[in-house]
């Protein structure tokens, strides 16, 4: 049973760091390149950052670049997002993906609110 398990959500300021988990069972881990998407209210989801199946690679959308680093750890099965200076507009749930050519797996995702 494929599974990928978000976690590390929750209530921040703005100017202020979390760090996502995303647990992965069921499948070969370090076989899939792995991504964070966002989606917030209203809005479509959008491509955080992706790492390759080694971990070598990394990409990141234009307005997480120098704030968010994507990370894994292909021994514990699990994928990273460090997020730092965290903005109002960075509120949205947050999801883990998993990609190997037609293969996708998506995790039930985690809420962050940035707020005061």
């Known amino acids: 049973q494929v599974q990928l398990v978000e976690s590390g959500g929750g209530l921040v300021q703005p100017g202020g760091s979390l760090r996502l988990s995303c647990a992965a069972s069921?499948?070969?881990?370090?076989?899939?390149?792995m991504s964070w998407y966002r989606q917030a209210l209203g809005k479509e989801r959008e491509l955080v950052a992706s790492i390759s199946s080694g971990g070598g690679g990394t990409t990141y959308a234009d307005s997480m670049k120098g704030r968010f680093t994507i990370s894994r750890d292909n021994a514990k099965n699990t994928l990273y997002l460090q997020m730092n200076s965290l903005k109002p507009e960075d509120t949205a749930v947050y999801y883990c993906?998993?990609?190997?050519?037609?293969?996708?797996?998506w995790g039930q995702g985690t809420q962050v609110t940035v707020s005061s």
């Open positions: 069921g499948f070969t881990f370090s076989m899939f390149a």
């Open positions: 993906k998993a990609v190997r050519r037609s293969t996708n797996y």
